[in-house]
């Protein structure tokens, strides 16, 4: 009994030892199979090459320098082969002496690692033509791998920088955002270059290899090239943007220079800066000295500059008031000061403009009316209707990081500050001061729709590819306010052609324009101010800045200019000129016909 049991038991372990070799051996061999695979064939990712930007007329505005990338074997920094690594550090730096040696070093150290089987960068670009005489010796070392790599350059420099954008080294953000920038590495930071950014950069190819065990290419098993030629093509004329730029040389501000239906021909943040400095990155030096201008060349002031508008709100707080509560005959008496309370609130014309209807008080810019007529009209349906026309909203225009801006209100200015409304505050923003605060964009889109009837989407872009971006408007205007707006446009006519226009004597085109100007304070005048200084005779950043939006040719509205020169004083007089020249060079490059 004994002996039977000893070799059942002997029995069973054999048979369940049988059975695991079967299932090894057999059942398990394609499993085995797919784990070796994977330890042997490696998915290599081939970076796409980034899509070019041009401007309307196919001109080069962003494109990518083409060079190579130097990358080294892993596992060199070991003590046992630290001195390999060292050979190749200094061989790279007698080849290029502008390579630093130590950062090469402390860069490739910090990548290598037991666990890292990768090829190592050390060098991220060097121009084609400075590394094409080594190609050859550098290629037959053992250590080291040569990849084509691309830089992206900017051939006009700053013009239209703020526009455009840049592109530099991806954050660990960024990459959590997108996976791909780890293969890439540079990603578009602002501008046209980051609002397309998933576009331009396409995506990457993929190489299937056998590798060794040691990690040593052994075959090619597949290849798929990356999709590229992402290009974009925008509505920029880079002739224009030069042009404009040359206009406004040592001054600090905003032009913009747009279609009635959205398209922007130009657009222009002054002091400009050259975004090439930034492709493979800015040196702490030179960012401290950008950041820390006055006149702060890296805002983007087009869409992130916030200003009190002025006078120029007055085109769309006149339709309002005509359109509403006021007949579009009703007059007032400008005396040149209107008392409230215990305030003052001066007109800019000390003797006033006398009996003054909606015609002359844009005209003249005369702020009494403006004062007089928004305690008749109140500050709601104010607020309600620049709302409306596209203010304290984004314009919605394909660039990031738009600000809003401000249409003050009673519910804003209770949901911010928790209190009451004054009507002093409504007299403030019925001459665009105060609280209230746009960009220079919505200052440009609330043109158009002054001159079209139209609300336009502003876009940049043209063309993805082959594929035409669609422009987009709305239309705003009640059916009173569309009856009414003729009115507004023959005093933005007078405000540039009648003998006492305010943009009259500063105006001398070919074109017959339209349009307001606006001087918008920087600081508060006190009331026991008597007589005011002249804007030339103030500091200069205590000199109000100087607004002149425009619409031309009149009786065919087709392109909108607005100008913002800081402490540029008076509208006309600051921006009179460039504005007469930005007109004269639309004719002239053709795209207004009259």
Excluded at 111 to 123: A, L, Q, R, W
Aim: hydrophobic share 35%; glycine share 8%; proline share 4%.
């Amino acid at each position: 009994m004994r002996t039977k049991l000893i070799l059942s038991i002997f029995a069973i372990v054999w048979i369940s030892l049988l059975v695991r070799i079967f299932y090894l051996s057999v059942e398990s061999n394609d499993y085995y199979d797919a784990l070796s695979e994977k330890n042997t064939i490696k998915t290599e990712y081939i970076a796409p090459v980034r899509g070019n930007i041009f401007d309307y007329n196919g001109k080069p505005i962003a494109i990518n320098k083409l060079g190579f990338k130097i990358v080294l074997k892993p596992h060199l920094s070991s003590k046992k082969k630290l001195p390999l690594l060292e050979n190749e550090l200094h061989f790279l730096v007698e080849k290029f002496p502008f390579l630093d040696y130590e950062k090469l070093l402390k860069r490739y150290k910090k990548k290598d690692s037991y666990y890292n089987h990768h090829y190592i960068p050390v060098v991220d670009f060097i121009a084609h033509e400075d590394f094409l005489a080594f190609f050859s010796i550098l290629n037959l070392r053992e250590n080291m791998r040569i990849l084509p790599a691309s830089k992206r350059y900017y051939p006009n420099g700053n013009i239209a920088a703020h526009t455009i954008g840049y592109m530099s080294r991806a954050s660990r953000k960024d990459v959590k955002k997108d996976p791909l920038l780890k293969l890439i590495g540079y990603v578009g930071k602002s501008g046209v270059e980051k609002q397309y950014n998933s576009y331009l950069q396409g995506d990457p190819g993929e190489r299937l290899i056998q590798v060794s065990a040691s990690n040593e290419e052994m075959r090619e098993i597949s290849h798929t090239q990356p999709d590229e030629n992402h290009d974009l093509t925008l509505y920029l004329d880079m002739r224009l943007q030069e042009y404009i730029s040359k206009l406004f040389k040592g001054k600090a501000g905003s032009v913009i220079v747009m279609g009635v239906d959205g398209k922007v021909l130009s657009m222009g943040s002054y002091p400009e800066y050259d975004i090439n400095a930034f492709a493979m990155g800015i040196s702490s030096k030179a960012w401290k000295k950008l950041i820390n201008d006055i006149d702060a060349p890296f805002t983007n002031k087009t869409t992130n500059g916030l200003y009190p508008p002025g006078s120029v709100i007055k085109t769309g707080l006149g339709l309002i008031y005509i359109s509403t509560k006021l007949h579009p005959w009703s007059q007032f008496n400008c005396t040149g000061t209107m008392e409230l309370g215990k305030r003052n609130f001066r007109c800019w014309k000390h003797s006033g403009h006398g009996t003054t209807n909606i015609n002359k008080a844009i005209r003249e810019s005369c702020d009494d009316y403006f004062y007089k007529a928004s305690l008749k009209v109140g500050i709601e349906t104010m607020s309600d209707g620049l709302s409306r026309y596209g203010l304290g909203q984004k314009t919605g225009i394909d660039i990031p990081n738009e600000f809003i801006g401000t249409v003050p209100s009673r519910i804003w200015k209770r949901k911010r500050y928790n209190q009451p409304w004054y009507i002093g505050e409504t007299l403030n923003t019925s001459i665009g001061q105060g609280s209230f605060l746009v960009t220079p964009l919505q200052i440009a889109q609330f043109t158009a729709l002054m001159a079209s009837g139209k609300l336009p989407k502003p876009q940049i872009a043209y063309k993805r590819g082959d594929t035409i971006i669609k422009l987009q408007s709305k239309d705003v205007l009640t059916a009173n306010e569309k009856k009414l707006l003729p009115k507004i446009q023959y005093a933005m006519k007078e405000v540039c052609n009648h003998p006492k226009g305010t943009a009259t004597h500063h105006i001398n085109s070919r074109i017959t324009i339209a349009g307001k100007t606006g001087t918008a304070q920087v600081i508060s005048i006190s009331q026991e101010t008597k007589k005011r200084l002249k804007e030339h005779e103030m500091a200069y950043y205590q000199r109000s800045h100087a607004w002149f939006s425009t619409y031309g040719p009149y009786k065919n509205p087709q392109y909108i200019v607005t100008v913002l020169v800081e402490h540029g004083g008076h509208g006309g007089q600051a921006a009179g000129e460039i504005v007469s020249r930005i007109y004269d060079k639309l004719l002239e490059y053709g795209y207004i016909r009259d």
